[in-house]
């Protein structure tokens, strides 16, 4: 039944942030779409087909295939992603809770966001920053994306606040009890992220803002990289942990289940914040001046990151199989059967999850101090990145919406709707897995990541046969843009209320092994000590080198290729 607009404004009034919550969403939902608008015109270049000049035409501003690139990952990548996680890390904790965020505080990150992507957007359709989504010195961009760039990001650093808040004042009304597992997850992510993001606010404050400003005459490329892949391998678990999150404690209920421990989701979330920073340098394996002794050791803890997605893996495989054996499922897999393959909240992150399956596995060989050489900067490193952030990030993000856009609004999903929904999650992993063969192939065949290659269509005949794994892909990835885009704002703009889907609780999983003030879950709540733990095995991982860089600066001038 329809419901007068003074019901939602009560609403809205008892749960301000559920607005505020809508707002960043559908900032970086069309953040997203503008992106990936972007990627079937990158998936034919690595087709061997030059569609950039038909999109030159249908948009001027576009001046070359290294704009859109670096449109599409900065969109996709580094916009999309933030606003989800400033989104889902904030309204979930402030939901289990029944607390209220400080709004005042949540609307200055909202508005810190929009102005700082509107700032750094500027110059990238002016084609004034055109510097991929690395921004790697000595590239240099207009001083506004830079700018614009940092103002964005920082506004994470409100939100890390508000999350520290809530946690306070529930620790404030209830001393002595252990942290309840959404909120501990949204404080160790953050606490992460805040670790995290110190590389690239150090790189924007002493380096790019000074040197697009003038003020500077050149800088260390090294030494900007360096600061980069401290924030830029742990920004792939800023993208993630969002999405685990989901999937520890809702996917569950989806599927008519219960998670089967507590305990193994603290501790895995607890495992990325120790090991998620410390570990850039095998992003940099070719890169002269650092010791190769420091970048086996950050091989070698890149390698045990694994280890606490290895643990997701079992505990939701069992979590999905109990909920398969409560709905009926019988037998070895007659489970998988029973469980809800009809609801697109259940099937998008799931089929997210089977993709960051071989995801995982070629991180394995990435961060390989030996097999890295084999792959390194070719299109297999692109096709890694599609199983991670385009399958299992953007998958779970798109199947959230279907419980919580009611929740937020009030706005019903018809069963057509349902449909749609499915259509477009099927399409979008069957897509992403065609690209991500192609992709990897390609890298196999030492084809470039990152290069223009349809301007030379002769130059990788051997790579013929993936090439056209890119066309399917790219074809299969739009039909599946179009159909969300369609449902997105088919949902948005329905004027249909229903006061009981905005009332209604978060769905929540329980879990079968709860914290049940055990004393390794004591041990794990001391959140203020495993920072600090974390924030040590940083200065240690980083620390000497950084120091041996900054002693031999080698600043170059910047310069401005496409």
């Known amino acids: 039944m329809a419901v007068r607009s003074g019901e939602m404004s009560r609403i809205y009034e008892a749960h301000p942030e559920k607005k505020a919550t809508l707002y960043f969403l559908v900032l970086g939902f069309i953040a997203v779409i503008v992106g990936s608008l972007f990627g079937p015109f990158q998936a034919l270049n690595y087709g061997n087909v030059d569609a950039y000049p038909l999109l030159k035409r249908l948009l001027p501003f576009v001046q070359s295939y290294y704009q859109g690139l670096t449109l599409h990952g900065v969109l996709n990548a580094i916009v999309f992603t933030q606003l989800f996680a400033q989104a889902i890390m904030v309204y979930l904790p402030a939901r289990e809770l029944n607390m209220r965020p400080n709004m005042g505080l949540m609307w200055l990150s909202w508005w810190m966001a929009f102005i700082g992507l509107v700032v750094a957007a500027l110059p990238l359709l002016a084609n004034e920053a055109t510097v991929l989504y690395t921004f790697y010195p000595p590239l240099k961009g207009h001083w506004a994306f830079y700018l614009g760039a940092s103002l964005f990001v920082l506004s994470t650093w409100v939100s890390i606040y508000l999350v520290l808040d809530l946690w306070r004042r529930w620790k404030a009304e209830n001393p002595g009890k252990v942290t309840p597992l959404v909120t501990y997850m949204a404080v160790v992510f953050w606490l992460m992220w805040f670790i995290a993001s110190i590389g690239l606010v150090l790189e924007a404050v002493l380096f790019l803002l000074p040197w697009s400003f003038g003020l500077i005459q050149g800088v260390d490329p090294l030494i900007a990289r360096t600061l980069f892949w401290w924030t830029g391998h742990p920004i792939v678990y800023f993208w993630l942990l969002p999405a685990y999150a989901i999937i520890y404690t809702v996917l569950p209920k989806q599927a008519g289940g219960k ?279 940083v200065v240690l991982a980083y620390g000497p080198t950084l120091v041996q860089l900054f002693s031999n600066l080698n600043p170059v001038p910047g310069f401005r290729l496409w």
């Open 259 to 537: 998670l089967v421990s507590d305990p193994m989701a603290r501790l895995a979330f607890l495992l990325f914040l120790l090991l998620s920073t410390p570990v850039g340098f095998h992003h940099q394996f070719a890169d002269p001046g650092i010791d190769p002794t420091w970048k086996m050791i950050h091989s070698v803890l890149t390698l045990f990151v694994a280890v606490p997605s290895l643990m997701t893996a079992f505990t939701i495989a069992a979590s999905l199989e109990f909920a398969g054996r409560m709905r009926g499922g019988k037998g070895l897999f007659g489970w998988i059967r029973a469980l809800p393959w009809d609801n697109p909240a259940f099937v998008a992150p799931v089929l997210g999850l089977l993709g960051f399956i071989p995801g995982g596995a070629g991180g394995i060989v990435n961060a390989s101090f030996t097999l890295d050489y084999v792959v390194h900067n070719t299109a297999w490193i692109p096709g890694h990145f599609h199983l991670q952030v385009a399958s299992l990030v953007t998958l779970t993000a798109m199947g959230s919406l279907y419980w919580l856009i009611p929740n937020l609004t009030g706005k019903p999903i018809s069963d057509a709707q349902r449909r749609l929904g499915l259509a477009v999650v099927w399409l979008w992993f069957l897509g992403m897995m065609v690209m991500a063969v192609g992709l990897h192939w390609q890298g196999l065949l030492n084809v470039p990541r990152r290069a223009y290659i349809a301007q030379v269509p002769d130059a990788y005949p051997h790579a013929a046969l993936p090439m056209v794994f890119n066309i399917l892909a790219g074809i299969i990835l739009l039909v599946a843009l179009l159909l969300f885009i369609y449902g997105l704002f088919s949902v948005l703009l329905g004027r249909e209320r229903r006061a009981e889907l905005a009332e209604a609780p978060v769905p929540f999983a329980e879990a079968i092994s709860g914290p049940e003030d055990r004393p390794l879950v004591q041990a794990m709540d001391r959140i203020g000590f495993w920072f600090a733990v974390a924030v040590i095995l």
